[in-house]
């Protein structure tokens, strides 16, 4: 069974600042996936990064970047000089890899709010 | 390209009623998803579709829901009876392969049961 944990339900930071959330995961598989997804208050899903596990460089996209520690099983989100606009609730999910049947196992969502 | 496409994007029904909601999926996409988001559950996977075939539906709550893909872009979840209970959003995703592809999520539908 696959689990995904994010402690912590709710965060804030300053615009411009940053902010990391964190994410935890348990899984028997060597091959699987990682993934930030962003639900704003619009509440359609977004995939704001991916990071496969066979890969040791972090995934980067733009102001968000990740920290994955595989041997921690942890999986961290960084958002660099945040914007209004990432005030969203933010989900971490893992699959299983390879061309099996990739079910999502997703966290319990921690609520990003960005101050002005 | 267009996304996924959710309709309707809200409905609002008495219990007993029948629900019908419907998914587009992403021209190319062979594999369909349909999840389901409420604030004590989170985000839990109800059914997933392979080439129009249902391969996991062990997230199916009860006899009272089906889905089907008449044909290899378009998918119904169906609720009947509705219960109060029912009440959440339902997602459809879909993606290009039956491996880890990445799922594009639609809009969602936002049930209330009354």
């Known amino acids: 069974a696959q689990t995904v944990t994010q402690s912590q339900p709710e965060m804030s930071v300053q615009e411009a600042e940053t902010v990391t959330l964190s994410c935890t995961y348990d899984?028997?598989?060597?091959?699987?996936?990682l993934f930030w997804y962003k639900q704003p208050p619009s509440r359609q899903m977004i995939l704001v990064i991916r990071q496969e596990a066979y890969k040791q460089q972090n995934a980067t996209e733009n102001r968000f970047s990740v920290n994955f520690q595989k041997a921690a099983k942890s999986f961290s989100l960084k958002i660099s000089d945040s914007q209004l606009g990432d005030t969203a609730m933010y989900f971490c999910a893992l699959s299983r890899g390879g061309t099996s049947y990739g079910k999502l196992t997703f966290g319990q969502g921690t609520i990003l709010t960005v101050h002005p | 390209d267009a996304g996924v496409i959710q309709s309707p994007r809200h409905e609002v029904t008495e219990m007993g009623q029948e629900v019908t909601l419907r998914c587009k999926l992403i021209s190319g996409h062979n594999s369909l998803f349909w999840y389901r988001q409420t604030m004590m559950r989170g985000l839990e996977l109800l059914i997933y579709?392979?080439?129009?075939?249902?391969?996991?539906d062990s997230g199916m709550p009860e006899d009272r829901f089906s889905a089907k893909m008449p044909n290899a872009s378009f998918s119904t979840l169906k609720i009947q009876p509705s219960e109060p209970r029912d009440s959440a959003v339902y997602f459809c995703?879909?993606?290009?392969?039956?491996?880890?592809?990445?799922?594009?999520f639609g809009p969602g539908t936002r049930l209330t049961v009354l």
């Open positions: 995703a879909s993606s290009l392969g039956a491996g880890a592809d990445t799922q594009y």
């Open positions: 579709f392979n080439n129009n075939v249902p391969i996991d």
């Open positions: 899984t028997s598989e060597n091959n699987y996936y």
